[in-house]
């Protein structure tokens, strides 16, 4: 006995750690549903993949060509670009166009859905001229948006190798094609050769930032800018100073609407702001920008997904004709609740990032993804769960300098999944609870570069910045290549589980963008997924026997003689970007979503404000309407609205049409 009792005091440290790290085992393992549970969860939905449509004739490649520093790890620099935007771009009423961004071509095509009417157009690749290009120069996304508030959607493609353009709507524009758009450089430049700044740009985000009543545009840049896709020269590029603090990223800027006009030849132009971020934060290597009003007040807060260092979240405090913002962080809640787990401290990899009410509390959680793969790097996607009262509780604590959000991907099930990328929350069934669906995977081949990266992790920061000292990561090499699309479907114990293999959506290929939207008017929404280095796909929603649900396109007042839109109807207004819904049910229960310009990593959500109200719903429900006008003056109104689809105005009164 006393041999025993001597034996527990000499190791009483390591038995209370054992107990300890057993204990965090179990209270964090991924959720084990039975068989039962994941098939109950999986008949409330159904979706069909379709191929989407892609014009021809256009040179295909597998890898691309980079700077010759670059070149044994010309897989990794390889590895993004894939991207996908879903909206209503011919203005015919319906989200029933896609802006698709495909490497394997270097093209960005605008195409129809698949199905029903998808014989409206042709699809057709984005042409720049006049505006000048150079070989290595690549798209990376799309975003849709009215830039020059015509009530026509215009389009902006963001580059590796150059600034971003705008394809601008034209007015005599009877039907989609290249001859309905004119091209236009967000940063004026040269005409004819171009000598402008070589930016690789990997997120975009767009909102109105400082409360004019103008949508603006935030750029995020990944690497240092310089010639990343340039084979012709060594040098001039460089990678990350560390894998946990990477500062050294190319910078990030924003625009601010300044004036456009209308016509057969539009005009848009911005003003670039400059020094709005501290150094510490425009240099991250930035990877998704998620805007958001989370504390009310119709100023957008910004959340930017960094790559190799802290991701960073941005209280809004700006006033019209000046942004500006504010670094807020986490408080440390626990003494077991480490840094890395904390808002705006973390020293994950920041792919995707995503707004919606998890809890049902009536604010925003936020949903971040990061790299999570067993036997390779372990860490785990937020579930930022926001523990603020009410939003005035949640503003003075922003105006503080303090985040109150709580990381709880762990007991929600949502912490791990794989090399995570663009994030959506969305109700795809109607039920009243948001689905996470989340695009994983890297880079697809047949030899495990795993071991090799986990080095990496693990090498002195000083090593880093010179891709010499990186392990070989080209055509061939995988890591990661066969993680799936994820699908989080909240189960009756509030865990969430994941339902992409019960659905068909489990396809080994990796996947970038996620966007969504409601083609064909049905109520469900459906989703395209754009996937690297392979064919994007559409999911049409077939979900059997879904609940009610609240539909609102909500659009500024049209200019008088605003004309017809190229589907010959009526132009109707620009989106209300921005504009935030409260929906309060019979039965007491309270939703909330905006019309989103355009957040995330590579995927864009259509801007129609979406909420599913359950199949109990009955009835008219409540619906609290903030926004801002042309002038920038805030409005709130509440109306009663039966359950379908609305299209209102949004002026100094909302009006239904």
């Known amino acids: 006995m006393s041999m025993t009792v001597g034996w527990l005091r000499r190791h009483v440290a390591g038995v209370v750690a054992l107990i300890l790290v057993l204990s965090l085992f179990f209270a964090s393992r991924l959720p084990s549903a039975s068989a039962t549970e994941r098939e109950q969860l999986a008949d409330g939905f159904a979706f069909t993949p379709t191929a989407i449509a892609l014009p021809g004739g256009f040179p295909q490649q597998s890898i691309r060509k980079v700077n010759q520093r670059y070149r044994n790890i010309d897989a990794w620099i390889s590895s993004v670009g894939s991207a996908i935007a879903m909206n209503d771009l ?46 290595a120069m690549a798209p990376m996304g799309c975003v849709p948006g009215d ?28 039907t989609l094609s290249m001859d309905a758009y004119q091209p236009t450089e ?56 560390s894998m946990s603090n990477g500062l050294n990223g190319g910078e990030d800027y924003f625009f601010r609407w300044t004036g456009a006009t209308a016509g057969p030849r539009p005009t848009a132009t911005f003003q670039k702001v400059d020094n709005v971020l501290p150094r510490d934060v425009s240099k991250g290597w930035a990877l998704a920008a998620g805007a958001n009003d989370v504390d009310g007040d119709l100023l957008p807060e910004l959340y930017l997904a960094h790559d190799f260092g802290p991701d960073r979240f941005l209280h809004n ?21 480490p840094k890395s787990k904390r808002v705006g401290l973390d020293s994950f990899k920041g792919m995707g990032i995503d707004y919606g009410d998890l809890d049902g509390d009536g604010l925003y959680d936020m949903f971040v993804s990061n790299i999570t793969t ?79 990266l986990q080095e990496l992790a693990t090498a002195n920061d000083d090593l880093l910045d010179n891709p010499l000292w990186w392990p070989h990561v080209k055509s061939g090499d995988d890591i990661g290549g066969s993680q799936r699309l994820h699908f989080f479907a909240k189960g009756r114990d509030g865990r969430y589980v994941d339902l992409a293999g019960e659905l068909g959506l ?81 039965d007491g229960r309270t939703f909330i979503t905006r019309v989103d310009g355009g957040s995330g990593h590579s995927g864009k959500r259509s801007n129609e404000a979406h909420i599913g109200l359950g199949k109990d719903a009955s009835g008219p429900v409540s619906v609290q309407l903030n926004w801002r006008d042309r002038d920038g003056r805030s409005h709130e109104q509440k109306l009663q609205l039966s359950p379908g689809w609305h299209d209102i105005q949004l002026g100094s009164q909302a009006q239904e049409r």
């Open 90 to 135: 011919d203005g015919d009423g319906l989200a029933n166009d896609l802006c698709v961004t495909d490497p394997r071509t270097d093209q960005v095509t605008v195409t129809p859905t698949p199905g029903a009417r998808s014989d409206r157009y042709a699809p057709f690749a984005l042409r720049p001229e006049p505006l000048p290009m150079k070989k």
């Open 147 to 174: 830039f020059n508030e015509d009530g026509r959607m215009d389009l902006l493609v963001y580059f590796w190798g150059r600034t971003p353009i705008l394809y601008l709507a034209r007015s005599d524009a009877r």
């Open 186 to 241: 967000l940063v004026p430049g040269s005409t004819t050769e171009y000598t402008e700044p070589q930016w690789n740009t990997n997120a975009v985000a767009v909102d109105d930032f400082d409360g004019d009543g103008h949508v603006d545009i935030f750029v995020a840049n990944y690497f240092p800018h310089g010639p990343v896709l340039d084979d012709t020269v060594f040098g001039g590029v460089e990678m990350n100073h």
């Open 317 to 337: 405090r700006s006033v019209p004709g000046k942004i500006a913002f504010e670094v807020v962080q986490s408080a440390r809640s626990s003494a077991v609740v």
């Open 374 to 452: 067993s036997f390779g790097i372990e860490e785990s996607h937020f579930a930022f769960i926001g523990s603020a009262k009410d939003r005035e509780d949640l503003r003075r604590q922003l105006t503080a300098g303090r985040a109150p959000f709580d990381d709880r991907s762990a007991p929600l099930g949502l912490a791990w999944s794989g090399w995570g990328w663009d994030v959506k929350m969305a109700d795809f069934n109607n039920s009243g609870q948001l689905v996470v669906a989340q695009a994983t995977g890297f880079v697809k081949g047949d030899v495990n570069r795993w071991p090799q």
């Open 506 to 586: 489990a396809i080994p290929v990796p996947t970038r963008g996620i966007a969504t939207g409601d083609a064909d008017g049905d109520g469900r929404l459906d989703f395209a997924v754009a996937r690297q280095w392979d064919e994007p796909v559409f999911y049409h929603n077939d979900s059997p026997s879904v609940g009610a649900f609240l539909g609102l396109r909500l659009t500024h007042e049209p200019a008088a003689g605003a004309g017809q839109t190229s589907a010959g109807r009526p132009v109707t207004g620009s989106p209300a970007v921005g504009a935030q819904v409260t929906v309060t049910t019979s």
